[in-house]
């Protein structure tokens, strides 16, 4: 990966996590000038850092947590764009951005030292399994961000102090929207990216893919994924309750990323 | 320059006596034309609202004008009658009150934006007749321009102060965009309405009327271009609606925790915001603990509205500095302004000097080739501008000390006026 790149990348994420919080939190939205420009930017030196690393490594699979994390945190950033061009808000840039830049760090600093076990894996389908399931925990950590600032707003309205600090947080229709619709954009992409990556171990391992846990744990997560859109679709779930139900589906989540040390199927990398 | 401006306002004169000096719109023009003409105003201006009516006059050389008595003949008032009420400035003091007013930090609510609008509008129909020339221009565009800082640079303006803006507020906090939401009136308390109308200005765009009184719902629901529900079918309708203004005289609650409840249900948890604004209170307050119900009683949007009023207060300090910084700017470059005519003087003299010089050499560079006697030419401009820079200079930075026997010495050392000067002398 180079380095360069990524690093400016990381510092300009760094100026636009810092220019959205007077933006948000004290009401001043000239800091917007800064903020976006400098997250804009950012995504192209990433976006360009990522190219060079496909290039120099001669594979197109994200293999090293610190790749994955890379990319997620460019996923993150696109989220974060799209919400401010459509909504026009800048809100959800005070967590998306300070954690893209966070995910950057590490990959900026540290080279990556892992090449491909396997040749079988130098495939567009493995990528596209990847690339879908980053996708979608993207929305999902944009949705359980709306559900939170959803909450606050709410217990906010609920309280009748709508001044201070987040005094300028989007109305709740805005960050119910932002729920809705990162999720039902997720749900497509953990689909076919778990049915992706589903007949490529079917092809390789046999129905022992079944066995491994973070296979098990990936159809869990689908499964509570497809839920929370059925309650919130027919119950109308919103605030407190929504916020509960995203969050499991998160640690869901986190539990499949962190199950990659059990797996038996997602070993893909090796030292150098 | 020499201003001048005298008025009353909210703070000097009770409604009685603004009332009889207000100006009506249609009458404005006749009125500017009537203070053109008053002897001794070169160029002026009317600021009639219903918080304040003012004049404001540039001075004729010869004449100073007398406002106090134009007031008098004008509105044909004793002059017992409003002496103790008003205010005048003059100069600098004037250029302040003025910047003060458009930038709204003289308004009974400091900050309210229609202000600006209305000062725009005196100075609109002033420029039609023809009262609005160069002083009162630079004024006038100063005065905008320090009003828009104003509003950029502080938040003066960005928070609701009344009651029907704070609801209006508080609906865009919880839908957004109010485009096509439904709104809901029982009963029809006269805030209630005002609320209504602001939410409909807002983009909401269907009312349902719920009133005891079925001709008195009808009769609201034409107004609103609405649709009239019976009274008893209040809670089957009032899931359809986004936002319930409540206002009726009932001893009971019109809407109880439950129902907010059952409405809750029936809409899918989409949020309901329920405007109270009936004494004794139609919602139970419980029903603010139902997810998705936000309930606000007259109480609490009162409250809502006395805090931006603080925060207000607080902008306000900051929209003072912008003023006084506006006002020193203005002065100064009004300063600089003064020293123009006396530098076209000394420039015009030097240049006649230069030409003069030139002709009186004609003779001797008859034999100069047309690029040299160009190259002459431009040789003799650029020693005269060499010359001039410092005296120039010095002329400007005399005019922003104010220090106008400076200024017109150097006028004298350097243009004619040293000539007739020298010829006095040279006479005695």
């Known amino acids: 990966m180079s380095l360069v790149w990524l690093k400016i990348a990381v510092l300009l994420y760094g100026i636009a996590s810092l220019a959205v919080l007077p933006a948000v939190l004290y009401e001043r939205p000239q800091w917007r000038y800064v903020a976006l420009p400098a997250a804009l930017l950012g995504l192209f030196f990433h976006s360009i850092s990522l190219a060079q690393m496909l290039a120099a490594a001669h594979h197109l699979v994200p293999v090293e947590a610190t790749e994955v994390q890379a ?12 919400t401010a061009a459509v909504y026009r808000t800048l809100t959800m840039g005070v967590v998306l951005l300070p954690v893209a830049t966070l995910l950057c760090l590490v990959p900026a600093f540290a080279l990556g030292k892992s090449t491909l076990a396997s040749p079988f894996l130098h495939s567009g389908w493995i990528w596209l399994h990847i690339a879908l399931l980053l996708a979608a925990y993207a929305a999902l950590i944009l949705s359980l961000l709306a559900s939170v600032l959803y909450l606050i707003q709410e217990k906010r309205l609920k309280s009748r102090s709508a001044k201070g600090p987040m005094g300028a947080l989007p109305p709740l229709a805005t960050t119910d929207a932002i729920v809705l619709k990162s999720l039902l954009f997720g749900l497509p992409c953990m689909t076919a990216g778990l049915l992706i990556g589903s007949l490529l171990a079917m092809q390789m391992y046999g129905a022992s893919y079944f066995h491994d846990p973070k ?15 059925a309650i919130r679709r027919s119950a109308g779930l919103r605030g407190r309750r929504a916020v509960f139900l995203s969050a499991f589906v998160f640690f869901v989540m986190l539990a499949v990323w962190s199950a990659n040390q059990f797996s038996s199927v997602h070993q893909f990398a090796v030292e150098r | 320059m020499s201003l001048i401006l005298l008025g009353v306002n909210h703070t000097t004169a009770p409604v009685e006596v603004r009332e009889r000096l207000a100006i009506p719109a249609g ?35 010869a004449n100073l004008p007398d406002l106090r008595k134009f007031l008098r003949e004008y509105f044909s008032l004793q002059a017992s009658a409003i002496e103790p009420h008003l205010y005048e400035f003059r100069e600098r003091d004037a250029v302040r009150h003025l910047f003060r007013v458009a930038s709204s930090l003289d308004s009974m609510v400091v900050g309210e934006p229609q202000i600006l609008g209305q000062v725009k509008e005196s100075y609109s129909v002033a420029r039609e007749v023809g009262a609005v020339s160069k002083s009162l221009e630079r004024l006038l565009q100063s005065a905008f321009t320090t009003a828009k800082k104003v509003r950029t640079e502080t938040e003066i303006g960005s928070s609701s102060v009344s009651i029907a803006s704070v609801a209006v507020d508080l609906a865009h906090r919880i839908f957004g965009s109010l485009q096509g939401r439904q709104v809901l009136l029982v009963g029809a308390g006269k805030m209630s309405l005002l609320a209504a109308r602001h939410l409909m200005q807002q983009g909401a765009t269907q009312i349902l009327v719920a009133n005891r009184t079925p001709e008195r719902a009808q009769q609201l ?8 529900v019976p009274f008893a079918d209040l809670q089957e309708h009032a899931p359809k609606a986004d936002i319930i203004i409540t206002s009726t005289g009932a001893l009971g609650y019109v809407f109880t925790r439950a129902q907010a409840q059952a409405i809750l249900h029936r809409r899918k948890g989409k949020p309901i915001f329920f405007i109270d604004i009936a004494v004794p209170r139609d919602v139970e307050p419980e029903a603010n603990e139902v997810d998705g119900a936000f309930v606000y009683s007259i109480d609490d949007l009162q409250q809502v509205a006395s805090s931006n009023m603080v925060q207000r207060s607080a902008e306000a300090d900051a929209a003072e500095k912008i003023v006084s910084r506006e006002v020193d700017r203005f002065q100064l470059r009004l300063q600089s302004l003064d020293a123009v005519p006396a530098i076209i003087e000394v420039r015009e003299y030097g240049e006649q000097m230069r030409q003069a010089e030139l002709e009186r050499a004609r003779g001797r560079l008859a034999s100069l080739s047309a690029e040299q006697a160009a190259a002459v030419d431009a040789l003799t401009k650029s020693l005269l501008n060499k010359f001039l820079h410092k005296p120039m200079q010095g002329m400007r930075d005399a005019a922003r000390a104010g220090d106008g026997v ?19 002398d040279e006479e005695i």
């Open chain 2, 27 to 61: 009458g404005l023009a006749d009125a500017t034309r009537s203070l053109l003409q008053h002897p001794g105003v070169r160029e002026g201006l009317i600021l009639s609202t219903c918080n304040r009516v003012e004049f404001v006059a540039e001075e004729d050389d």
């Open chain 2, 406 to 424: 400076a200024l017109d010495t150097m006028r004298r050392v350097f243009s004619r006026g040293n000539e007739d000067s020298l010829r006095n």
């Open chain 1, 71 to 82: 990319v997620l945190a460019l996923l993150l950033v696109m989220a974060f764009l799209l």
């Open chain 1, 215 to 229: 296979v098990l744990l990936s159809f869990v997560m689908w499964l509570a994924y497809v839920a929370m859109i």
């Open chain 2, 221 to 228: 629901a034409a107004e609103f271009h609405g649709l009239a």
